[in-house]
């Protein structure tokens, strides 16, 4: 089954422990992306990445660190987590112009 | 200027009525495209339907039809005979461009749907 994956899919932690949200897709998509979702304001692009090995911002970069060493993951890490990075985060993969493919969402929340 | 603008933060429509769920967007790049997601409260983002900026013919997905006024820059989207299923927040979203670099989505803010039985 094609899908985007991501974990966990909710986490409660502490300002400044460092933390990983891992994607990963099985579609061979080259296109993945990074969003967080606040209320009011929508989904907002943290980071994408065309391909492996190239990356850049998004919209709402700041705070967050990506990597893409292999076609299939992207994770997303929060090296030292603040509270106004708990948020509802969803990962995305697509090729060319076809539609997004979304995971189911990661809640964090940071104390 | 927002790129994507969704004016309806909530909407309520009768169980088998239709509804239009209103978008407009700007942008200066003749290629681009549109997009709809559903977000049901369990949370997932659901693709619902997508209007690219050369299609003659507005898109049609089952009971989801895109309403594209390509002059007005709106792109509207109508349910048909609306469900209980059918209550979630809906996205417009926009990719702007074609092929490489195009791979940016921009979100409006959304519009909450509530079928009342």
């Known amino acids: 089954e094609a899908q985007v994956t991501q974990n966990p899919r909710y986490l409660i932690t502490v300002t400044g422990k460092k933390l990983t949200v891992t994607c990963s897709q099985n579609?061979?998509?080259?296109?993945m992306s990074w969003y967080r979702q606040d209320p009011g304001l929508g989904l907002r692009q943290i980071y994408y990445s065309m391909n492996v090995e190239v990356t850049d911002k998004g919209d709402v970069p700041e705070g967050y660190k990506v990597s893409r060493k292999e076609k299939r993951n992207f994770p997303l890490i929060l090296e030292s987590p603040s509270p106004n990075q708990t948020s509802l985060y969803f990962c995305?993969?697509?090729?060319?112009?076809?539609?997004?493919?979304f995971g189911d969402g990661t809640r964090l929340s940071i104390l | 200027a927002q790129k994507i603008t969704q004016t309806q933060p909530g909407m309520f429509v009768q169980e088998k009525e239709a509804v239009t769920l209103d978008c407009t967007y700007d942008?200066?790049?003749?290629?681009?495209?549109l997009f709809w997601y559903k977000q049901p409260s369990s949370g997932e983002m659901i693709f619902l339907i997508y209007q690219g900026s050369y299609d003659q013919q507005n898109a049609t997905e089952g009971r989801y039809s895109l309403n594209f006024q390509k002059a007005r820059k709106s792109a509207n989207l109508v349910i048909s005979a609306s469900q209980l299923g059918d209550s979630a927040m809906y996205f417009c979203?926009?990719?702007?461009?074609?092929?490489?670099?195009?791979?940016?989505?921009?979100f409006g803010k959304g519009t909450k749907l509530s079928v009342i039985p």
């Open positions: 995305a993969s697509k090729r060319g112009d076809q539609p997004q493919h």
């Open positions: 942008t200066s790049d003749p290629s681009y495209g």
């Open positions: 579609m061979n998509h080259e296109y």
């Open positions: 979203a926009m990719r702007e461009g074609h092929g490489a670099g195009s791979y940016q989505l921009t």
